[in-house]
Structure formats: C-alpha cells, structure tokens
C-alpha cells in the first residue's frame, strides 16, 4: 500500500531516505529550506571510513555504510562521484599511533602499517612521507553534494517531489500523531513525517517538548580549482587534511575544529592551511582557492547517530547523524525498510531517540 512522506531536510540524509522511499512505490516529498545539500553536505571534507571505533555497534553501523557504497557503486556508475582509493592516516604519532593501530587491530579493521618506502610508492607526489603510517584500503571520498544531486534526481525520476526554498515552520499534531508540516505558503498532510533537517533537527522538536541535545561543530574546508590527478588516497597527516575528488578539485581543511569564534581570522586560517598542504604535497600548478566553506556538522550530545520513531508520537521519525556522509545512504536505506515493512531492524538498536527522553 503507498504512502505519503514528508522528508524534511535535503542533504544527503533526506535525499537518500527520498531515494529509497521513492523507489519503493511510495509518495515522497522533500522539503528543503534553500537548495538541496545547502547545509553540511556542501562543507564535509566527505571522507567515507569507519576509522574510529568508539563502539562495537557504531564501527559496524560505519563497516555497512561502506559497504552499501560500494554496493551503489556495482549498481550504478558512480565513478564521477566516488574514489575508492583508501586513506593513509598518521593523525597521532608515537603512542598514540600504537594505540590507534591496536584499536583498528581488535575490531580486525582492514588495515595495516606501512613504511615510508610504501607510502611513496602508493602516493608519489606526498612530500617526506613519514617513517610509519597507517593504511585502510577500503576508504573512500565521495563528491558529497553531487552525490546527494544524484540522489534527489533519481528520487524524482521515481516520482518523489523536491521543493526547495520551503521552510517548515511547524509539525502538526493531532493527539500524539504528526500529521503533516505548516510552511509559509501551505499546509502539507502525510502519513509520515521524517526529520533529515541536520543542524535543525533539535530546534524542530523542541516546540512538541521532546529535547534533542546536541553538540553540533564547526570548521572550514577549502576546495581547490580542478586539477590534474594528484593524489588516490584520503591524506590525513598530523597538521592538514586533504583527498582529491574525481573532477580533480582538492579538499582540504583542519576538519571541523569547533574553534569559530566570533572575530576569528578566516583568511589568515585559510592561507595557512594552503600553505601545509603545499609543504605536504608536489602540486606542480599552484594551489587557487575555488570555495571557502565554513560548516556545521550536526552532531547529537553523545556523538552517536539518533535514527528512528521519536518517542511519544506517531507518525514522526528523525534521522540526524554524524558522520552522514559515510552512514547517509546505507540509513536511508534501512530507515526506509523498517517504515515500509514495520519493522526494526537491530543494527540501530542502540541509536534510537528514545535514549534522550529516558535521560
């Protein structure tokens, strides 16, 4: 039987719960407050990996989303959008590095220690690579606003609306049953409503009394104009970041920082972080700076994804998380599951909203 949904939020987390949904023969409408992947789908520095197990069932969450890319991959061509080339990450040194290796190693990560010799030999063009690194061939970088354009097109090729420049201003309820979204325009009815809403999601509950507490980031990632191919692999060294997307722009940053205070010197931030990468990294033209993006990526108190039913009312899921752009498009493919079939899956046991409202 179809039904309507309301997705409120087009990023990459509402454009791939729109993806699914659609193709599974249901009504789909996005409500999107500027233009889609506006907010922190167009400021990720998108590094697909499951590179940080802070717990068992959040590594495996991560360890499904890389393969659900890859899966999309086998389905469709997503060349001009993903690189699988992996990472080599020495963020940490010494014990902190031994430490990190032996966290990867317990969970039997793929992963493994590589020389510089190695180093050079996987990624010619990095300067002085370091005496140890760690290598995860599985990684990835995704063009993440692309991929999330990709998302909402094939949505829409399977009947799901996109309707961009629409703020909701309210849920509406109807004893304990969310039965649609006021704008400033209309009033729109669905059976369904799903908050993908990102750094909005906790100020879209509050006025129904159901506190999201979050803890949201901020940073600055820089894209490069396009350039000839540079590097494979997500480079994540102790002082920059940087990886390379399939069009040749380069992304790089300090990740997200949290340090954006008022008053805070973009410019001289920006040219310094140019600068490491030119001390990392044989360019041969000259970096120029195409896009300065200063982002806030979503991110609940505890740091783990909140994705599902929100608890006491019917008719409402929420679907916020760090990191989406590794989890978006497996999410909205198990989202959509357990609405079309009533159902819950056990992979999002411990990632449920109902752990904030017993708090």
Known sequence: MTATFLI??????????????????????????????????????????????????????????????????????????????????WEDEGEDFDAHVALLAKHQYQSSVIDAKTFAKLEPRVKNPPARAL?????????????????????????????????VEALIEVGGRITGVTTALETLHADHVIIAAGVKAGEMLAPLGFELPMNNNAGLILRSAPLPDLVDHVIMSPDVHFRQDPDGVLLMGEIFSGAFEAGRDIAALRASVVARVEARLDTVDPIVIAQTSLGTRPMPLDGMPAIGPVPGFTGLSLAVMHSAATLGPMIGKVLAEELLNETQNPMLQTFRPARFAAQ
């Open 8 to 89: 409120i939020g087009g990023g990459i987390v509402g454009a791939s719960l729109a993806f699914e949904l659609a193709r599974g023969g249901q009504s789909v409408t996005v409500l999107e407050q500027h233009a889609p992947a506006s907010g922190a789908s167009s400021k990720s520095f998108a590094w697909l990996n499951a590179n940080y197990p802070d717990t068992p069932e959040y590594f495996q969450l991560r360890l499904a989303a890389l393969d659900h890319y890859r899966a999309l991959a086998a389905e469709h061509d997503l060349t001009a959008l993903l690189r699988f080339g992996g990472s080599i990450w």
């Open 135 to 167: 290598y995860a061939p599985a990684e990835a970088g995704v063009a993440l606003a692309a991929m999330t354009g990709w998302l909402l097109n094939q949505a829409s090729k399977h009947g799901a609306t996109v309707q961009t420049g629409t703020a």
